[in-house]
DNA sequence: CTGAAAGCGCTAACAT
DNA sequence: ATGTTAGCGCTTTCAG
């Protein structure tokens, strides 16, 4: 079926919109009435409600959202401000946020901070102005202007992806609510694995940590568990752009110059894509992986499992949260109470890159 | 920084946005003036002027939108529906043509299509109802009854991704405005390099085809082009999960496999994801590419240029759409009555894992 | 150049 | 159960 840009016959030449009203004179009876049976809100007799309901169709009714908005002061329409569209985890999760959300009749805002926090305040604000009903953040590391404002305004804040424990589940009061997962638990797990394999020397390859508490608690992490069992503390190649396996690549390259038998034997990566540049870089420098160094990942993205050797990674819970995070949301604004649900769990997959050291 | 709903002192307990209202009544003046002076429509005094100017800032003022576009009829705010925001060359597209539209005062609303023109329909009906300005959809593929609907509703609509030459500068009367490339002309100009290097049994790997006239026109041109050198058609695999390397390794076994000398020596992929894919199935066979088979992409995605053997694939120019787009779009909504910008080039880009036929 | 006034289409008391 | 009545905050004639 071709393009094109008049021609059906299903509408007249010059058409407005029905309104509200336009469904009350046809049917005889007051904007009130219909706005009660459109809205499920108060009590109107059956035939009526019929009547309304027939028209609405007949007439391809549909409420006038800026009406609505000014009316009502709720716009039905939830921001979301992301680092970036760019990673393919957000693009999955902020899909089912918005399917959820189109299912309760609510609208999605999309915005994108380049993990740039006042970035995401100039977005935050800008959402503000539109009305949004509530506003969903990505991690837990925001500006405090950021904050205060979006609290004077009233407008409730679901932060997600990352948790620290006690935020999720039931939050203590004056922290913000939460839905994801424990970005430091997840990558304690995943060092833990590495060391039970017998590694001693560990490399890092992450993004920047800046404004991105995910990434900063991952590398953390790492330290930690290092520190706990008195082993050295990790090599760490940060890129500020941490989406391109060029980058990886090169990070592997750094880690392993010129060290010799220092160089560690385990390379955590901090996203998949920096694992597979781990990876083809393991593969110019003429480096079995796992053999001579195991490589893990983090995100769990399609492409992972088809790596060759396939790549050990940290699957997140990207559909989980957006789905939770909206249910959650509307239940919260439509003053359903809905309890928080508990942290989610991002799992270790274990799979052909990680092995023990060649030394072991 | 951590997050923390309460304490910032900049913004009291019971705060109210500031209104036009407020700002008049605090500078001696009506809300017209501040009106117009916000707006930059009729003249006002400079006096005045500079006066409401100062007091927006100090109170911190933000037009209501749903006010705004009640008032005014005009919601400054733009739809877009996208097959799939997990399309990484999508969300590149429209991560540009957010931007610009917000550096010109304008909101994207975004909804995605799952490749399903119905449910196109349904996302752009939505659309409608929250009063966008104007919509932007992908392809030139799409359901007459959404069609004819928008017009009916005097939205605006501009095509983007894929045009046909004669839609793009200036559309014949009737049909819709496009701003992209031409996916017949990029894929025959992909298969006739592979032509002539030689080959003459090609194979195609595709997403699905229904509702997508891009990958359509892409198969299409191949067969065409095949076809003008009077070559066999193209032994043609799709599947409608278009974006899992899985996909793309299952379909070259398939493509390969018991074919002996009859197999194609070219393999021609409609995005660089399937690419990856077929690959990864030809070192699982022992091909070694571009020796016994050449494989293509499209798209030129980051890891393009890192695959081993690096992927010759054609680059979609999805920056300058999403660019463009919004642009176009914005200055005809402003009544500037721009040009449509000329077709713009997806470019070939020749890289390693194409090459003569062995048997040559 | 500026103000007054009339809505935009809908929701939400308050009546009946 | 249904109608009446006010606006929501802003834009936009139309006067002055």
Redesign the interface.
């Known amino acids: 079926?071709?393009?094109?840009?008049?021609?059906?016959?299903?509408?007249?030449p010059g058409?407005r919109?029905a309104t509200a009203e336009d469904i009350a004179t046809a049917a005889g009876v007051s904007v009130a009435s219909v706005s009660r049976v459109l809205n499920n809100t108060g009590r109107v007799g059956a035939a009526t409600r019929e009547r309304i309901l027939k028209l609405a169709a007949e007439l391809h009714y549909?409420?006038?959202?800026?009406?609505r908005?000014?009316a009502s002061r709720r716009?039905r329409t939830i921001g979301a401000v992301i680092p970036?569209?760019?990673n393919?985890n957000f693009?999955?999760g902020?899909?089912r946020f918005?399917k959820v959300l189109?299912q309760q009749g609510y609208?999605?805002?999309?915005?994108?901070s380049d993990y740039d926090?006042d970035k995401e305040e100039a977005q935050a604000?800008?959402m503000?102005?539109?009305?949004v009903d509530a506003l969903m953040l990505i991690g837990?590391?925001?500006?405090?202007?950021a904050?205060?404002?979006l609290?004077?305004?009233r407008i409730p804040?679901l932060?997600t992806w990352s948790c620290r424990p006690a935020a999720a589940g039931k939050p203590e009061p004056?922290?913000?609510p939460c839905i994801g997962f424990d970005n430091f638990a997840a990558a304690t797990h995943a060092t833990r694995y590495l060391l039970d394999l017998g590694h001693r020397r560990l490399g890092v390859i992450a993004g920047g940590t800046v404004d991105n508490d995910r990434s900063a608690a991952r590398v953390g992490a790492v330290a930690a568990a290092l520190a706990q069992r008195g082993l050295p503390p990790p090599l760490i190649e940060t890129s500020p752009a941490s989406?391109?396996?060029?980058e990886g690549?090169a990070a592997l390259h750094r880690l392993m110059r010129g060290k010799g038998a220092a160089a560690p034997t385990a390379v955590m990566c901090m996203n998949d894509?920096l694992a597979?540049?781990a990876l083809?870089a393991a593969?110019e420098l003429g480096l079995d992986v796992p053999r001579d160094v195991s490589v893990t990942g983090f995100d769990d993205l399609?492409?992972a499992?088809?790596l060759?050797p396939s790549l050990t990674t940290v699957r997140i819970p990207a559909e989980a949260i957006g789905n939770a995070a909206a249910a959650w949301l509307v239940d919260s604004l439509e003053g359903r109470q809905p309890a928080l649900p508990p942290l989610l769990v991002a799992e270790l997959v274990i799979r052909k890159s990680t092995g023990p050291p060649a030394a072991a």
């Open positions: 079926m071709k393009a094109r840009a008049r021609g059906s016959p299903a509408v007249p058409w919109p549909a409420p006038n959202a800026a009406a908005s000014l716009s970036s569209l760019e393919l693009a999955i902020i899909d918005r189109r609208t999605l805002l999309l915005a994108s926090n604000r800008a503000a102005a539109h009305g837990s590391s925001h500006n405090a202007k904050l205060g404002f609290a004077a305004r804040v932060l004056g922290a913000l989406y391109l396996v060029s690549k894509i597979y540049g083809l593969a399609d492409f499992a088809s060759s």
